[in-house]
T-cell receptor, first 112, second 115 residues
Framework: LAKTTQPISMDSYEGQEVNITCSHNNIATNDYITWYQQFPSQGPRFIIQGYKTKVTNEVASLFIPADRKSSTLSLPRVSLSDTAVYYCLVGVLNTGGFKTIFGAGTRLFVKA | DADVTQTPRNRITKTGKRIMLECSQTKGHDRMYWYRQDPGLGLRLIYYSFDVKDINKGEISDGYSVSRQAQAKFSLSLESAIPNQTALYFC??????????????FGEGSRLTVL
């Protein structure tokens, strides 16, 4: 499984765009990139997933450069309720044995 | 009602006691997982199961055992609890689909304290 590296913490203000970058230098050809969000005392929640280029949904955007050695989760106009831990995961999704390994994540603190 | 339900939500026990954490799901998913979360360490995979009677070890299986007797249920046991097993435990499920997003659905967690 590819190792991921994220910043330990980030601060932002309400209304700003937040970009969290994850490094995964040894990503394999079949690996997908997935991001989860976790609030205190709750289980993580799926945010977005991608393989290459850009993916956007109602919550966030995910930017993946051509070499796929990093990815950036973009949260537009954050609010106080976006204060959470964000995890970047890299892995293979086929039925052969997908195992999800979470790192320490990035703790985002949004201030008023 | 939650799709992935964990019981108990909180438990305090003593060293050496046997503890079982239960997980049940109404999502009809094939795959189920048990994770442990310690402060500042993210989540670590304990065991996972791809189907009934299928059991696979994760990163930190020592001191734990699991049982998958039915598709909807996956239980985690600590045969003889020790203080460093004090943690927040999460159960998760995932559906194997043709277009596989890999999305995990988590329960609300079970906080275990071993004195």
């Amino acid at each position: 499984l590819a190792k991921t590296t994220q910043p330990i913490s980030m601060d932002s203000y309400e209304g700003q765009e937040v970009n969290i970058t994850c490094s995964h230098n040894n990503i394999a050809t079949n690996d997908y990139i997935t991001w989860y969000q976790q609030f205190p005392s709750q289980g993580p929640r799926f945010i977005i997933q991608g393989y290459k280029t850009k993916v956007t949904n109602e919550v966030a955007s995910l930017f993946i450069p051509a070499d796929r050695k990093s990815s950036t989760l973009s949260l537009p106009r954050v609010s106080l309720s976006d204060t959470a831990v964000y995890y970047c995961l890299v892995g293979v999704l086929n039925t052969g044995g997908f195992k999800t390994i979470f790192g320490a994540g990035t703790r985002l603190f949004v201030k008023a | 009602d939650a799709d992935v339900t964990q019981t108990p939500r909180n438990r305090i026990t003593k060293t050496g006691k046997r503890i079982m954490l239960e997980c049940s799901q109404t999502k009809g998913h094939d795959r189920m997982y048990w994770y442990r979360q310690d402060p500042g360490l993210g989540l670590r995979l304990i065991y996972y199961s791809f189907d009934v009677k299928d059991i696979n070890k994760g990163e930190i299986s020592d001191g734990y055992s699991v049982s998958r007797q039915a598709q909807a249920k996956f239980s985690l046991s600590l045969e003889s609890a020790i203080p460093n097993q004090t943690a927040l435990y999460f159960c998760a499920t995932r559906k194997v689909a043709e277009v596989n997003t890999g999305e995990l659905f988590f329960g609300e967690g079970s906080r275990l304290t071993v004195l």
